[in-house]
């Protein structure tokens, strides 16, 4: 993943060849995958105070599947995330808490899996909401994603 080059347009396409998808520790059923290949079209809100993701990549779990995988949501533009989209030379790793995404099964879909392997058929029929970063290391870019599964509420029964 390189960083964009500019962030005066409002709307901008950025590629990207890692990353990893993985339930939170703990939750079943697990899911840990790499990240194979996407695109991310940023949407820079007018306020200046959010970015809004729409990505559509592959991944590959750790036992060789192939998951395709759609979400969107927004990244708040605060002191952790402003440096990287104003081109800071000296990028430092994002802390997760000011990206959130959805990934949904419903008719209007925010967010989606797709998958051919039974195994994995859970993803699609399901609703999972997630938090990310950027990871800066060695001088490389890569994109975080914590996934979950939201349940039925039964509290009110």
């Known amino acids: 993943m390189q960083r964009l080059r500019t962030h005066r347009d409002r709307l901008a396409i950025q590629e990207f060849h890692s990353g990893s998808i993985e339930t939170v520790p703990g939750f079943e059923p697990k899911l840990s995958a790499k990240v194979i290949s996407g695109s991310d079209w940023l949407y ?9 993701v729409n990505v ?28 990287f989209f104003a081109e800071d030379p000296k990028p430092k790793t994002i802390p997760f808490g000011s990206s959130s995404s959805l990934y949904a099964t419903t008719t209007k879909q925010l ?3 797709k998958v051919g392997d039974p195994k994995y058929k859970f993803l699609e029929n399901s609703a999972f909401c ?10 490389q870019l890569t994109a975080e994603s914590r996934i979950s599964r939201t349940i ?6």
């Open 56 to 83: 559509k990549g592959m991944a590959r779990t750790e036992d060789g599947v192939a998951i395709g995988f759609i979400y969107s949501g927004p990244i708040e533009l605060n002191e952790y995330t402003k440096p």
């Open 130 to 139: 997630s938090n990310g970063r950027f990871i800066f290391e060695g001088g």
């Open 111 to 113: 967010g989606i899996f």
């Open 44 to 52: 820079f809100d007018a306020d200046q105070g959010h970015i809004r």
């Open 152 to 157: 039925p509420s039964t509290a009110m029964d």
